[in-house]
């Protein structure tokens, strides 16, 4: 199994009757058992039948009342990324493929991966999550598996699914490490699910994946982004206020601002830090269509303008200080003739120094874990923006494995079991009271270059 984590082993007891070793001629061996043991073939057939029934019935009780029932296992599904340096190219050229991008150009994007010796750190911070994941659930008692599968390195989902099968689970809950709706973050993943059920089926074995909601306004996402960039805000204001109360003793003592030096003076206005919030950039046609085909679109950047436009709100009313904020993107690619969303997270830091914005707080609310598109486009080539600029910048953290975080894919994972139960579920939402469907809409986020099928999905 690809990086399986399973329940937690308790201690086995020493066996007793019946099933206490024997020598080779069938008699007890000394020591492990206080007498003879009737053998079951002696038992009445009808006893044995009843034996049988009871068991049977106990372990599918037990199954029914997991609160993940009907799932057998839960699949952490995610982009993946190369783990070397001989690993990059093939990657890319997997990620691109069927868009006739040449080696040329991917080779530029092959040197963000080589920066850091060629080995994305996406696979173990996901690695990570799972042991986090496993620890909710041993708190909570819910014996499941936990296994990773990828897109598109090893270890790839229809690897994981196959060994899955093989090994008696096949009705699997996927757990996707893209909270948004757009087709690149929700509808390729389902299109790969499909790709890798139907793989199977032509060997034979069937199984069944259903999803988790996508997530950007599920409490356990959401609020724990509202937190981070609270916390991050916050270093910057006592910061501020540390300053002042300096200077305030030093105007006791000497009575005159003046003489105060380089001691540290009151912060200014341009100290309150300005909220920058980060997402991955996409073709703006990508984005026209998100959501259903029904709606109206640009659901991908809505959804985070009003996460953002939330947390901001959040952010100022527990500090008690009104703090600005914009929405950015990054790690865009394509073509330049090619309209991507914009600003450019970079772009923009240039234009907040213009405006005299001195300090900021970058908040990648776009992604969940700290993989290549933060350490290489916000750590390495943003960091470095603010620096010419004199910008002072915390880049906070992503959700990665905050606790709170992880519950509450627990929790997305037990209200899906529910509603395949056909149970009435509660779904919590913040921003907004409107939460994803679990099951997708027809038309929702399509793809732009070939129509292809979608698991989780009304068509």
């Known amino acids: 199994m690809s990086q399986p984590t399973e329940p937690t082993p308790q201690p086995a007891e020493a066996p007793t009757g019946p099933e206490a070793p024997v020598d080779p001629s069938g008699a007890p061996i000394e020591g492990t058992m206080d007498g003879p043991v009737q053998p079951a073939s002696a038992l009445p057939p009808t006893e044995q039948?009843?034996?049988?029934?009871?068991?049977?019935e106990e372990s599918l009780s037990e199954d029914t009342e997991s609160e993940l029932f009907p799932y057998q296992a839960i699949v952490l599904t995610s982009f993946g990324g190369p783990e070397g340096p001989e690993e990059v190219m093939p990657f890319?050229?997997?990620?691109?493929?069927?868009?006739?991008?040449?080696?040329?150009?991917?080779?530029?994007?092959?040197?963000?991966?080589?920066?850091?010796?060629?080995?994305?750190?996406?696979n173990d911070q996901n690695r990570a999550l799972i042991d986090a994941l496993r620890q909710e659930l041993d708190r909570r008692g819910i014996a499941i598996p936990v296994l990773f599968g990828n897109r598109n390195s090893e270890p790839f989902l229809v690897d994981t699914l196959r060994e899955a099968h093989d090994e008696g689970m096949t009705r699997l809950l996927s757990v996707t490490t893209s909270a948004y709706s757009s087709y690149s973050s929700c509808r390729q993943y389902r299109e790969d699910i499909a790709g890798a059920i139907d793989e199977l089926a032509a060997e034979g074995k069937a199984v069944n994946v259903d999803k988790i909601r996508q997530y950007w306004n599920?409490?356990?996402?959401?609020?724990?982004?509202?937190?981070?960039?609270?916390?991050?805000a916050r270093s910057f204001l006592q910061r501020g206020d540390a300053s002042e109360e300096r200077t305030q003793g030093d105007l006791a003592t000497d009575g005159d601002p003046a003489t105060d030096g380089d001691r540290g003076a009151a912060p200014e206005a341009g100290d309150t830090?300005?909220?920058?919030?980060?997402?991955?950039?996409?073709?703006?046609?990508?984005?026209?269509?998100s959501g259903p085909g029904d709606d109206e679109g640009n659901l991908y950047s809505r959804q985070h303008q009003e996460l953002a436009a939330a947390i901001a709100r959040e952010a100022s009313a527990t500090l008690g200080v009104e703090l600005e904020h914009d929405l950015t993107y990054?790690?865009?690619s394509g073509p330049p003739s090619q309209p991507w969303l914009v600003p450019d997270v970079n772009d923009h830091l240039a234009v907040l120094h213009e405006r005299g914005v001195r300090t900021v707080v970058l908040a990648p609310i776009g992604f969940v874990s700290d993989h290549m598109e933060v350490v290489f486009d916000l750590d390495t080539e943003a960091v470095e923006t603010a620096q010419e600029l004199g910008i002072e910048l915390l880049r906070v953290p992503t959700v990665g494995t905050d606790t709170e975080f992880v519950v509450g894919l627990v929790d997305l994972a037990i209200e899906r079991a529910a509603q395949a139960q056909g149970a009435a579920v509660d779904l919590p939402t913040w921003p907004g009271d409107e939460p994803r469907p679990a099951i997708c809409r027809p038309g929702c986020c399509p793809n732009l270059r070939v129509a292809k099928p979608a698991a989780c999905g009304q068509d």
């Open 49 to 56: 039948e009843d034996e049988v029934i009871a068991e049977l």
């Open 273 to 289: 830090p300005y909220l920058v919030f980060v997402t991955h950039s996409l073709p703006a046609a990508m984005d026209d269509t």
């Open 92 to 122: 890319l050229r997997r990620v691109t493929a069927g868009r006739g991008i040449p080696d040329e150009r991917l080779e530029e994007v092959a040197e963000h991966y080589l920066h850091f010796g060629g080995k994305s750190p996406i």
């Open 218 to 232: 599920h409490p356990g996402f959401s609020r724990t982004n509202a937190r981070i960039v609270t916390e991050g």
């Open 330 to 332: 990054c790690s865009r």
